[in-house]
């Protein structure tokens, strides 16, 4: 099984000024370099043939070159326990175009739908039950900005889940014109 989605990958800067915020907040998994992107879709586990039939249906797409920058920070949270802090993504329309028509490639491949709206984001750190409380992290970063940065490629990711958090492989790499 392949445990695969599909993102950007910001430039060097944008990497570093994250990095540069990661802390402060008591038992939180920060992502390292490697693992900072904004994800277009995340698509889950599926076997070999459906990831090569994904693969496909990706290079097929009419792809617009979205500029993104980055635009203040937040945590998501479930039932009230906050899981995830983020870096927001001011989107332009390439980049709502591009997840668009990622999702209606992904289709085209079998792949059901995501129900949850679009929110473009940077994970920042995974958090556990222990953590330390995040709203300084949230208030220090709430006004995070950044230059706009265009970007030329878009990434079909595998997953891979250890001891040390999750490894990301580039599958594939689609130049966007």
Do not use: C
């Amino acid at each position: 099984m392949h445990r695969l989605f599909v993102a950007l990958r910001p430039p060097y800067a944008m990497r570093a000024q994250l990095i540069g915020l990661m802390g402060g907040v008591q038992n939180a998994r920060w992502q390292s370099d490697d693992q900072l992107h904004l994800t277009l879709r995340f698509i889950g586990e599926v076997d070999g043939r459906k990831a090569d039939d994904i693969a496909l249906a990706l290079h097929a797409i009419d792809r617009p070159r979205p500029t993104i920058a980055l635009a203040g920070a937040g945590s998501f949270d479930r039932r009230g326990q906050v899981h995830t802090l983020w870096a927001g993504v001011a989107a332009d329309d390439a980049l709502k175009l591009l997840h668009d028509r990622v999702e209606r490639a992904l289709a085209r491949a079998g792949v059901a739908p995501d129900e949850r709206a679009y929110k473009p984001h940077i994970t920042m750190a995974r958090l556990s039950r222990d953590a330390g409380p995040v709203e300084p992290f949230v208030a220090r970063a709430a006004g995070l900005t950044s230059p706009p940065a265009t970007i030329d490629a878009f990434i079909l990711f595998e997953s891979s889940l250890g001891s040390e958090g999750a490894a990301y492989h580039a599958v594939a790499r689609y130049p966007l014109t």
